[in-house]
């Protein structure tokens, strides 16, 4: 048997599979299951010569998958190759580098990891009016004429004084009690401060927010490695427009936990590197890369990374000119943004950060309008899919003071 035949009947394994049941398509509570242990074992695959093949033979069969399957739908074969046994699994995680170094979203902590630094991720968000629910999606043609592979989806909770979007993984549950529960954005009453929350701890040190929010759930649902809680690592804040002047929105960032010399050359940020996921019972914590360090493995809630807010990344939204013929602030977007909006932005390296070079004029992220309820989200180093679509859906809140 030639190895390219090999690894077609893996595949069509794949696929026999999932036409049984064994979904992969979108990183729901059902596709979860591709990650789990092996003392759950697939039936499909209990029986099969694949789970006892020759280790040598299993890698190149492996890294070929990764190689050829670059591109989502065809890389949910990927994510199943982690879901056989544990053989399998450990494999795969040696194969499949973070977004930074690849550029792949492939499992669910990539949503948690830093984009990749040369190019950028397109992803768009689809808005839903009446339920005040928003879905972020991969892009998966330049022309958003695909539905996208689904990544997060977050729904709008109004308080007394305040806005909660709850962030989940789960496009069908988006409760702050279960399992798929990621993170939340918090803003002030006036709509001109905003906080972004992780439920599980950004990087090896972190300071947990006490609030009535954090939730209380029986000791079979959490993980007991991990405590849980509100962990914040970004803070919004849209500058007053008290005498309402014309133009955009003006906007800056604090990316807690994230340095300052990350933009710089050789420089790093924090990277998760497993996904604790609440069920013990169907999903148990399993790291999908290793650890650069040790040290990232302890949890621990004594403080914040650093002790002053100048060592973080600061970000701030590049200024517009304004356009006398077309009688408008413009951006150029190159092509990613159609439809004018006070909702749009691109975000720079503040020079806060220190003396201005190269790197402050690169856009980490941008976001804008291109229907009425659509609308595109690029990011790359040392921004994640989480706090991209954090921050992108503080400018959909309503700002009383700041239009």
């Known amino acids: 048997m030639t190895l390219k035949s090999i690894i077609r009947d893996v595949k069509g394994e794949f696929g026999s599979m999932s036409r049984r049941g064994f979904d992969v398509k979108g990183l729901k509570s059902k596709s ?8 759950i074992p697939i039936d499909a695959f209990k029986q099969s010569c694949w789970a006892n093949m020759p280790p040598e033979l299993l890698r190149d069969v492996l890294m070929r998958i990764e190689d050829s399957e670059f591109k989502w739908p065809p890389r949910k074969y990927v994510v199943a190759c982690a879901g056989v046994c544990r053989n399998w699994r450990e494999i795969t995680k040696e194969i499949v580098l973070t977004p930074e170094l690849s ?10 990891q830093p984009g990749p630094r040369e190019t950028i991720i397109q992803c768009f968000i689809k808005r839903n009016r009446t339920a005040q629910t928003y879905h972020l999606y991969l892009g998966l043609t330049p022309a958003l004429t695909d539905n996208g592979k689904f990544l997060l989806a977050a729904r709008k909770a ?31 009453f006036l709509g001109t401060k905003f906080t972004v929350y992780d439920s599980q701890p950004p990087y090896a040190v972190a300071m947990v927010s006490k609030s009535r929010s954090n939730r209380l759930v029986g000791s079979k649902q959490v993980t007991p490695r991990v405590p849980v809680g509100n962990y914040p690592v970004a803070h919004i804040a849209y500058e007053l427009n008290v005498l309402g002047s ?4 003006r906007m800056h960032c604090v990316m807690d936990g994230i340095p300052a010399t990350s933009i710089e050359p050789g420089g790093t940020a924090p990277t998760q590197t497993e996904f604790p996921l609440s069920n013990l019972e169907s999903f148990p914590m399993l790291p999908f890369f290793r650890s650069k360090s ?16 100048e060592g973080f990344l600061v970000l701030k939204n590049k200024s517009p000119r304004w356009h006398e013929q077309l009688q408008c602030w413009c951006l150029n977007f190159r092509g990613r943004v159609t439809v004018a909006s006070v909702k749009n932005f691109q975000l720079v390296a503040s020079p806060e950060n220190g003396p201005s070079g190269p790197e402050h004029e690169k856009v980490l992220l941008q976001f804008g309008k291109v229907g009425k309820d659509l609308f595109t989200m690029d990011y790359q180093y040392p921004v994640s899919a989480f706090q991209a ?11 009383i003071a700041c239009e």
């Open 294 to 309: 040790s040290a990232q493995k302890e949890i621990s809630v004594s403080g914040p990374l650093v002790d002053q807010k």
């Open 32 to 39: 979860l299951q591709v990650v789990q242990d092996e003392t």
């Open 246 to 249: 014309r133009g955009p929105r």
């Open 103 to 112: 550029g792949k979203l492939t499992f669910p902590i990539s949503l948690k």
């Open 389 to 399: 679509f954090a921050i992108c859906l503080s400018s959909f809140d309503t700002k």
């Open 158 to 188: 109004r308080r007394t004084t305040c806005t909660d979007y709850i962030i989940s993984i789960d496009a069908d549950d988006m409760s702050k009690g279960s399992g798929t529960y990621i993170g939340k954005l918090r803003s002030n």
